[in-house]
């Protein structure tokens, strides 16, 4: 491989994420696409391949809200944009605009909304009012509503410019919903619709250019509202003259409402004052006067049949995108969603126009407290939700002449940050374990007759879920059963067996038949783990549908070999792993945990804070006694890792040293000698992360001070310690903190070395040895270092990455070319931005 003879090309393969558990923070829009936060990420999926394309940067916080301009309820006023919009609002009060350009898909980040709100944003709305504007409001926790215009460019790249029309205060009963409508009858006025913690709806008016004033409140409700949407105009007699909006409540209810054009103006003095509340204004409701216009609002139906909090409520989109002379017809449809773990159609009925409740979809799965959100295709043909664990649901009407809600594949993740990740020790699939409390395996999944462009990846099992983030994972090589140990916070190593069913289902990935048992192996295999009932109840508050969550309602896990990737709640129940031991020593939560490359033993390390907990525990594969207790550190080691011939244990530590252990095995496995040969102080701050050479004696470090050190192993010739640690070479100073650090060589003298920082960019480093003597432990090699390649910031993380970890040279597979030496090499990652992360390049 060539150091530096042209740059290396990369390509993002696969991205896994879960989506934050925020209402309104998913958006499906009009180009077909879907758009969710995960952490301070804006990710994009494709619902019709279940992949996510990718991650959009740009927010420090918490991404709370995401909606499309046009959305789907809009398509047909925006036909002749290239592009398509999407607004972002973060937990910090930022609104990100960003445009996609249709013809390529591809991103670029047009603005930051000026006058950001001084706490988060919590919802977001916008409507589309001809081929070249558009308005949408945001609101806040701070109590404040702003009012903005948004020109279109008609074509890709041109400029979009934002004029704020008005900035509306709430007071302390801040609101978390919106919608907005173009008035029937009056299309130069705007109607907004919002609601919150006061438990009323309150609707304001204005021109599109002038201020909005507040025109009415509709009371009804009586605990939180939590979402609102507009249909389009619906036509009565011939004429567009009324609208209805939909209000879902924490009270369990949905509410729809009428607007209704009045065919005379003089009759305006219908009761709505603040002074009493008559009868007749529960029926008929205030009027609400715009121009020379009013409207008569009415209680049209109330909506009974959900069990818990009724999140999210929204309006089938139009029958057709395809208009003539810019009309559609809306459909009366009502798509809601609730904390009752279902989601919920509504219609009226033909004959008596009464509301009906006719599909109802839903997961019973002891891991889910509902739904946060429910959304409509551009077609109408399908339906999407997000739930508490970050999970997607995703529903297609597959029947012809009836309805047929089935399941579809949807992309998952973790929903909280992404500690760790580890390659399977065939390469056939990735590891990788949360704060989320969860650990997960991702694997690629198609035909070898398939190329492996086409390969997709999805989740596969959901080995471990825990009571405790776990925060660090190792993968235990060699034969016998798959077997991984994990650590979190908790004082405890545990060890998982691979089940016979997770081992049957590889071999329908794409590595079918790579995974085959070794003769004795399927006698040991076990066939799978159920979850303890006290397992089964999540989160500090119980669903009131209490008959859906006992123990005898929720079906036993039994575990499955799966032909198709498995979809949300078939990993939930069917995929865990059992636990086989416990590993106890530990004075402190576990922090990071490594294996040699023999599978015989294994390193660990806790949380610590003192020379007495800081050590280092050797445990033997198999038996799991411990055989070593490793002194050197007075803070936590943040991270451990075995030379490629396992004479070496490399650590570093948070008090910024490093520590090398040399390890002889002695006694046929029965005794391990470990001696400290060599302890330094690296780098000024933290060391977060080390690396080996695969091919020798040199490791790199990468600290908090933003260096990345490369270092060799000599035998000393002096007197003492049979070894010492020399420095060899420093690369130029990175501008963020470096995090994570991953060696990959295709041979002794060249290598490429990953480089993640805590803004989320990688970096690639080759890594060339000019001057190596065999045989001569006491001279030095020197080794020079050039940059590759900066990976695009929109396949990068947003935050700190965690980890990188590139698949084993022996097990990359060649190229179809005809250069025999040219193979695809793959990098994984994970990060603080809840997602993992898998990229390719030809080396």
Request: net charge negative; proline share 5%; glycine share 8%.
């Amino acid at each position: 491989m060539s150091p530096v003879a042209s740059p290396v090309e990369m390509d993002k393969v696969f991205i896994g994420a879960g989506c934050n558990r925020i209402v309104h923070n998913v958006s499906w829009g009009a180009s077909g696409l879907v758009s969710f936060g995960a952490n301070n990420a804006v990710a994009i999926f494709c619902p019709n391949t279940a992949q996510i394309l990718t991650t959009l940067p740009g927010h420090k916080a918490v991404v709370n809200c995401t909606q499309w301009i046009p959305s789907t309820k809009d398509a047909f006023k925006a036909q002749q944009l290239e592009s398509h919009f999407l607004l972002s609002g973060d937990a910090n009060g930022v609104i990100n605009l960003w445009e996609l350009t249709l013809k390529d898909r591809k991103w670029r980040h047009v603005l930051q909304v000026p006058e950001p709100h001084k706490r988060g944003v919590t919802c977001i709305s916008g409507i589309v009012i001809c081929q070249t504007v558009a308005i949408f409001a945001s609101t806040s926790s701070d109590g404040s509503v702003y009012v903005w215009e948004m020109v279109l460019p008609l074509r890709a790249a041109g400029d979009c410019r934002l004029s704020r029309l008005d900035s509306l205060s709430v007071g302390s009963k801040s609101m978390v919903a919106l919608s907005l409508a173009v008035l029937p009858g009056a299309s130069e006025h705007i109607l907004i619709a919002m609601g919150g913690l006061d438990n009323k709806v309150h609707l304001y008016c204005g021109e599109r250019t002038g201020k909005f004033v507040h025109a009415c409140e509709l009371k009804g409700h009586t605990d939180w509202i939590r979402c609102l949407d507009f249909s389009l105009p619906i036509c009565m007699d011939g004429e567009k003259d009324s609208l209805l909006l939909v209000s879902s409540s924490q009270d369990k209810c949905i509410r729809l409402w009428k607007l209704a054009l009045h065919q005379s103006p003089a009759n305006t003095n219908i009761p709505h004052s603040n002074t009493g509340i008559s009868l007749m204004s529960y029926i008929e409701g205030p009027v609400l006067v715009a121009g020379s216009k009013t409207y008569q609002i009415s209680l049209e139906s109330l909506l009974i049949g959900h069990e818990d909090w009724v999140y999210s409520v929204e309006w089938k989109p139009p029958a057709s995108s395809s208009s003539k002379g810019g009309d559609v017809s809306p459909s009366l449809s009502i798509l809601s969603a609730s904390m009752d773990k279902t989601m919920m159609i509504w219609q009226p009925e033909k004959t008596t126009g009464i509301w009906m409740n006719v599909v109802t979809v839903g997961e019973l799965s002891h891991c889910a407290l509902g739904f946060y959100g429910g959304h409509w295709s551009p077609s109408g043909n399908s339906i999407l939700s997000h739930g508490y664990g970050g999970s997607f649901h995703h529903w297609k009407n597959v029947g012809v002449d009836f309805d047929n809600w089935q399941p579809q594949k949807v992309p998952s993740g973790h929903f909280a940050a992404v500690t760790d990740i580890a390659w399977g020790r065939s390469g056939e699939y990735i590891l990788s374990v949360s704060q989320d409390q969860t650990s997960r395996v991702f694997a690629p999944w198609g035909s070898k007759s398939e190329p492996r462009a086409s390969y997709s990846w999805h989740e596969i099992a959901r080995p471990q879920v825990h009571g405790h983030d776990i925060n660090c994972v190792t993968i235990i090589p060699g034969k016998g059963n798959y077997r991984f140990v994990s650590g979190a916070d908790e004082k405890v190593a545990r060890v998982f067996e691979g089940p016979l069913s997770f081992l049957k289902t590889l071999n329908y990935t794409a590595f079918k038949n790579s995974c085959e048992l070794d003769d004795d192996q399927e006698d040991i295999q076990i066939l799978g783990a159920n979850m303890s009932a006290l397992a089964r109840g999540e989160g500090p508050e119980k669903s009131c549908n209490d008959s859906m969550d006992n123990i005898e309602a929720i079906p036993d896990a039994v575990p499955s070999v799966f032909t198709e990737p498995p979809i949300e709640e078939q990993l939930s129940f069917h995929t865990l792993w059992p636990e086989s031991h416990k590993l106890y020593g530990h004075g402190n939560e576990l922090f990071s945990l490594c294996c040699d490359h023999k599978g015989k033993l294994v390193a660990s390390a806790c949380k610590a804070q003192s020379a007495t907990v800081a050590e280092i525990w050797i445990w033997q594969v198999g038996s799991w006694k411990a055989v070593g207790r490793l002194h050197s550190y007075n803070l936590t080691v943040t991270q451990m890792e075995f030379s490629h011939d396992d004479s070496f244990l490399l650590s570093v530590s948070r008090d910024r040293h490093i520590s090398l252990f040399s390890i002889k095995q002695t006694g046929g496995m029965d005794e391990v000698v470990c001696d400290l040969v060599a302890r330094e102080e690296a780098h000024k701050r933290i060391i977060w992360s080390c690396s080996w050479n695969p091919f020798g004696h040199e490791f790199a470090t990468g600290s908090r001070d933003k260096t990345v050190k490369v270092w060799g192993v000599v035998k000393d010739a002096a007197e003492g310690s049979p070894y010492s640690v020399k420095p060899l070479l420093t690369l130029p100073q990175f501008k963020s903190s470096v995090s994570a650090l991953s060696w990959f060589g295709s041979n002794s003298d060249d290598g490429l070395l990953a480089v993640g920082m805590e803004s989320g960019l990688i970096e690639l480093w080759a890594l060339s040895c000019a001057r190596r003597i065999p045989g001569h432990d006491l001279v030095l090699p020197e080794f020079t270092a050039s940059l590759v390649r900066q990976l695009d910031p929109f396949v990068c993380h947003v935050s700190t990455v965690h980890r990188l970890a590139w698949k084993t040279p022996h097990l990359e597979e060649k190229t179809d070319d005809d250069n025999s030496s040219s193979r695809m090499v793959q990098l994984a990652s994970c990060g603080a931005d809840n997602c993992v992360r898998v990229f390719q390049m030809r080396v």
